[in-house]
């Protein structure tokens, strides 16, 4: 995995499209700490924690559905994963599994991505503590797209084993914006910190990203000099 791979634009306008094409002028934390043929990985805007970042095909697509019956996808993220708790620890992943670009459940992003976030508690328990009306079932990452059937879903899982990932998904009866952020900050005690386009938290999200960068680095010309 080259983790410094630059791809060209791939002629769409969405966002991460546009932090995607190797020619355009990016900040700091729209760059990728990792980036391979098919996936990058970025630190998340408004990231609450420190370490928290997301997994963004390079083709556009709305939802990652279909990515979790992808070997590459799960060598990826493997990868991803790795670096990310070799610094920052255990994490939980989710998905808002949107299915229009301009869906409330898409947050504002109509470009697939999934979350990595390091936290110390159940982000399962968590949410289902924040909204107890929702219907949860036990569900591998690689049954989202049956599970869903064609239907706008929320996934989540405490734990991290690949391609044998096993969480919960909730398929939604209507559209919902940014689920998973508000639970966290609920749980953090800052629940007016969860929308990320009024809450950047700018500081957090540098320093991650320059850990994360500084380690693939180290990796990489480690790599280089053996």
């Given at each position: ?5 630059t ?17 355009s ?42 990515d ?8 990826f ?50 949410a ?9 079932e ?40 940014q ?27 540098t ?20």
């Amino acid at each position: 995995m080259n983790r410094f791979h630059t791809i060209e634009n791939k002629g769409n306008d969405c966002r991460f499209c546009g932090f995607l094409n190797s020619g355009s002028k990016k900040s700091q934390i729209d760059t990728p700490w990792m980036l391979g043929e098919q996936y990058a990985a970025f630190v998340s805007v408004g990231a609450l924690v420190p370490g928290w970042s997301l997994i963004v095909p390079t083709d556009h697509k709305i939802n990652l559905s279909k990515d979790y019956s992808n070997k590459y996808f799960w060598s990826f993220v493997k990868e991803a994963a790795s670096v990310l708790e070799n610094n920052f620890g255990k994490f939980s992943i989710f998905e808002h599994g949107a299915f229009k670009a301009d869906s409330k459940t898409s947050c504002g992003t109509g470009h697939a991505h999934l979350h990595m976030v390091p936290v110390n508690f159940s982000l399962f328990e968590a949410a289902k503590a924040f909204n107890t009306e929702m219907t949860w079932e036990k569900c591998l990452a690689s049954e989202v797209a049956e599970k869903s059937k064609s239907s706008e879903y929320l996934f989540v899982a405490d734990s991290f084993d690949g391609e044998l990932t096993q969480g919960y998904i909730c398929v939604l009866e209507e559209e919902t914006s940014q689920f998973f952020r508000k639970v966290i900050a609920t749980k953090l005690g800052m629940p007016e910190k969860f929308d990320y386009k009024t809450s950047k938290m700018l500081e957090i999200s540098t320093d991650s990203v320059e850990k994360l960068s500084n380690y693939c680095w180290s990796i990489s010309n480690k790599t280089r000099s053996a």
